[in-house]
């Protein structure tokens, strides 16, 4: 072999091992920054996960307050707080359960819900608040009023009541006034908001938002309506207040049959359904 083509052949190895480098070079670049750029996606999935679940973990946890909407907060309410359960076993249909929280977003209650046939439940004497509760458990978004609550305020929540659909009823609380001056108050069961003033608004985002709430990912601090999606109870009020059985269940039928037929949903304790709220003699106090 000459002397120029040994250095020709010397050429084209260097060129070849160049070529080799280069290639190795273009590949690591390639793979390595295709490996840095899954490497960094990984990690910002792991990090948002974490956030996320720090996030739920946080919103699940007792005293938490999510902030009130618009609507809740031109109405005075403040932010919804998860309140810590507070039982939910049955007592005896004449036994009294004191709420230590006014009103009672859980607890102890009544065997029997009260009827979801009424969206609005007048002042009844004697209103057995225990079944309200139970009412709570099955998944139901209670408007609580206390005796301070002004005449117009009553009379529009009477009207929201009507707006705010099946999985909501009004419940007057008359064993003590609200804190804060602030009268109305709505609760799902272990959330509570409270509020100045009635906003039809307000009342059907907690709705939409905290009635029949799923099951799924309950099991937090405090259980999430463990009856989620149950009816409300019989028509028959004769166990909420003083009266006979019989005859209250006998004038309830009859008056859920007008109704029925009206396509309407009365007041408990208002003109079209006092049988049903309240025997013979007894008064019903209506705002």
Not at 3 to 22: F, G, I, M, V
Not at 225 to 245: D, Q, R, V
Not at 247 to 260: E, I, K, P, R
């Amino acid at each position: 072999m000459g002397k120029k083509s040994a250095e020709r052949n010397a050429r084209l190895d260097t060129l070849r091992r160049e070529q080799r480098r280069q290639e190795r070079r273009r590949s690591f670049l390639i793979y390595g920054t295709g490996g840095l750029v899954a490497v960094a996606v990984l990690a910002g999935i792991i990090v948002y996960a974490l956030v996320a679940n720090q996030a739920k973990d946080e919103s699940h946890s007792v005293g938490h307050v999510t902030a009130a909407s618009a609507a809740a907060t031109a109405a005075g309410c403040t932010g919804v707080v998860n309140d810590a359960s507070r039982g939910n076993t049955h007592v005896a249909a004449d036994q009294t359960v004191n709420y230590d929280l006014a009103p009672p977003s859980s607890g102890n209650h009544d065997a029997s819900p009260l009827p979801d046939a009424y969206r609005f439940y007048e002042r009844i004497p004697n209103l057995r608040i225990e079944r309200a509760v139970h009412n709570l458990e099955h998944g139901f978004v209670i408007g609580w009023y206390d005796p301070k609550l002004p005449d117009d305020q009553v009379t529009a929540l009477r009207t929201a009541a009507d707006a705010a659909g099946s999985r909501f009823i009004a419940v007057p609380w008359a064993r003590s006034e609200f804190a804060d001056n602030r009268h109305f108050v709505l609760t799902a069961w272990d959330r509570t908001q409270r509020c100045a003033t009635v906003s039809e608004s307000a009342i059907k985002e907690f709705v939409k938002t905290y009635a029949n709430p799923s099951l799924a990912g309950a099991a937090w601090a405090s259980p999430t309506a463990p009856e989620s999606g149950a009816l409300g109870g019989p028509l028959n009020l004769s166990p909420t207040i003083a009266g006979t059985a019989q005859a209250d269940s006998a004038q309830a039928d009859s008056a859920q049959a007008d109704n029925t037929q009206a396509g309407t949903a009365p007041s408990a304790g208002s003109d079209t359904s006092t049988a049903t709220s309240a025997p013979a003699g007894a008064a019903t106090s209506t705002p």
